[in-house]
T-cell receptor, first 113, second 112 residues
Framework: GESVGLHLPTLSVQEGDNSIINCAYS??????FIWYKQESGKGPQFIID?????DKRQGQRVTVLLNKTVKHLSLQIAATQPGDSAVYFC????????????FGKGTLLTVNP | NAGVTQTPKFQVLKTGQSMTLQCAQD?????MYWYRQDPGMGLRLIYY???????DKGEVPNGYNVSRLNKREFSLRLESAAPSQTSVYFC???????????FGQGTRLTVV
């Protein structure tokens, strides 16, 4: 079956550095992608989303890039802070009337002070 | 504005017992979802309700049933709990297709 996966299960960065978390997807019909942040003991929290008609979308300190040619999604966090330490999930929706978000396994981001 | 509220937060069951996980949202969302999260894995969809009055199976529906009681509430029932159902369960809701889903804080269920 088709799936969403992550290249790196863990990422450790220094406070103030930029972080890049990657995600590969295999469903070419997916037309909507989301990044979630999950802190320990909490539910996933929406960070940013992007639709397949876009290549890039920026939020506050975060940027999502979508490369449909190679089916790759990335989340960039600028000036990473200790509060950014969490597990980050990408999720895709195959589109149409399908409501089923498919989640990747997650990347643990650790920010060292 | 509470968002998505799940009860209980923690539960221990014996094998074969039944229980219902409750979920309510106050955002007037049409769609609601139940996911499970196991260590080292992403969230997997158990059941979803695209709109009030409809429910559909997700990726891992076996051993579960759901009820969309009204627009606000979506419950998940384990009729005969098994150790393989030990997991963290998340309820979520979304307003429209292809928009972000908002998650509850989760229910940590242990089946012994």
């Amino acid at each position: 079956g088709e799936s969403v996966g992550l290249h790196l299960p863990t990422l450790s960065v220094q406070e103030g550095d930029n972080s890049i978390i990657n995600c590969a997807y295999s469903n070419s019909a997916s037309d909507y992608f989301i990044w979630y942040k999950q802190e320990s003991g909490k539910g996933p929290q929406f960070i940013i989303d992007i639709r397949s008609n876009m290549d890039k979308r920026q939020g506050q300190r975060v940027t999502v890039l979508l490369n449909k040619t190679v089916k790759h999604l990335s989340l960039q966090i600028a000036a990473t802070q200790p509060g950014d330490s969490a597990v980050y999930f990408c999720a895709e929706n195959p589109g149409g009337s399908n409501y089923k978000l498919t989640f990747g396994k997650g990347t643990l981001l650790t920010v060292n002070p | 504005n509470a968002g998505v509220t799940q009860t209980p937060k923690f539960q221990v069951l014996k094998t074969g017992q039944s229980m219902t996980l409750q979920c309510a949202q106050d955002m007037n969302h049409n769609s609601m979802y139940w996911y499970r999260q196991d260590p080292g894995m992403g969230l997997r969809l158990i059941y979803y309700s695209a709109s009030e009055g409809t429910t559909d199976k997700g990726e891992v529906p076996n051993g579960y049933n759901v009820s969309r009681l009204n627009k606000r509430e979506f419950s998940l029932r384990l009729e005969s709990a098994a150790p393989s159902q030990t997991s963290v369960y998340f309820c979520a809701s979304s307003g429209q297709p292809n928009t972000e889903a908002f998650f509850g804080q989760g229910t940590r269920l242990t089946v012994v």
